[in-house]
């Protein structure tokens, strides 16, 4: 069965940065595509950024541009998104997705993932 929780979300300051993990069990990272996506409240689930299976394609969102960095670590079965500078615009639930099938290729649109973790809050506010 695979599992895919996130973490490491919280209250952060405009400007600020936070680190998200996303740790997923029965399943091994190496030879899948990642996505990460974004709920605010009374908006729909939003692209943020999405690697491919090999690690060296990596997209992302215009809003985060040059602001987050999507990182792995084959060794731990984990993926980091890592935020900077963060505005009050990029608060929402956040959300690690990883598609069913090996070898996927980078996709922001959430109908090509099939396992989702619960999501992490992330709040900015002063």
């Known amino acids: 069965q695979v599992r895919l929780v996130e973490s490491g979300g919280g209250l952060v300051q405009p400007g600020g940065s936070l680190r998200l993990s996303c740790v997923v069990s029965?399943?091994?990272?190496?030879?899948?595509?990642m996505g990460w996506f974004r709920q605010a409240p009374g908006k729909e689930r939003e692209f943020v950024v999405c690697?491919?299976?090999?690690?060296?394609?990596?997209v992302y969102a215009d809003s985060v541009k040059g602001r987050f960095t999507f990182s792995r670590d084959n060794t731990k079965n984990t993926r980091y998104l890592e935020m900077s500078s963060l505005k009050p615009e990029d608060a929402a639930v956040y959300y690690c997705?990883?598609?069913?099938?090996?070898?996927?290729?980078?996709?922001?649109?959430?109908?090509?993932?099939?396992?989702w973790g619960q999501g992490t809050q992330v709040t900015v506010s002063p």
């Open positions: 029965g399943r091994t990272l190496t030879n899948y595509a």
């Open positions: 690697m491919d299976w090999t690690g060296t394609s990596t």
């Open positions: 997705a990883v598609p069913l099938a090996r070898s996927g290729r980078c996709t922001g649109s959430a109908y090509d993932y099939d396992y």
